[in-house]
């Protein structure tokens, strides 16, 4: 059964940082795209960024460029979203997913099968 848990959110000041971890489990990670979205509150899902599988090239949001990044460690089925330099705008539900139907990461949300339940993250002081 494939299943993707998040952890890692809570409460951070504005220009504060938070890593959110992604554990897989009943697939082999090293095969899927991934992707981490959010949503905030009367607002849809987005993207946030996504990495290949293969030669892991990542894609980010222009809302994020240069404060966030993307990684995965396939031996610990593990993906990661390291956040830094966050604002109060960032405050959303963020989701991980996966998919192994194509090789390019999409930053579209419809196109992935496989998702975690999300946690939240709140930017405020």
């Known amino acids: 059964q494939v299943q993707l848990v998040e952890s890692g959110g809570g409460l951070v000041q504005p220009g504060g940082s938070l890593r959110l971890s992604c554990v897989a489990s009943?697939?082999?990670?090293?095969?899927?795209?991934i992707g981490w979205f959010r949503q905030a509150p009367g607002k849809e899902r987005e993207a946030v960024s996504c990495?290949?599988?293969?030669?892991?090239?990542?894609y980010y949001a222009d809302s994020v460029k240069g404060r966030f990044t993307i990684s995965r460690d396939n031996a610990k089925k593990t993906m990661y979203l390291q956040m830094n330099s966050l604002k109060p705008e960032d405050t959303a539900i963020y989701y991980c997913?996966?998919?192994?139907?194509?090789?390019?990461?999409?930053?579209?949300?419809?196109?992935?099968?496989?998702w975690g339940r999300g946690t939240q993250v709140t930017v405020s002081s």
């Open positions: 997913a996966a998919d192994d139907r194509f090789n390019i990461c999409q930053l579209r949300s419809t196109r992935y099968n496989n």
């Open positions: 009943g697939f082999t990670l090293d095969y899927y795209a």
């Open positions: 990495a290949s599988r293969g030669d892991g090239r990542t």
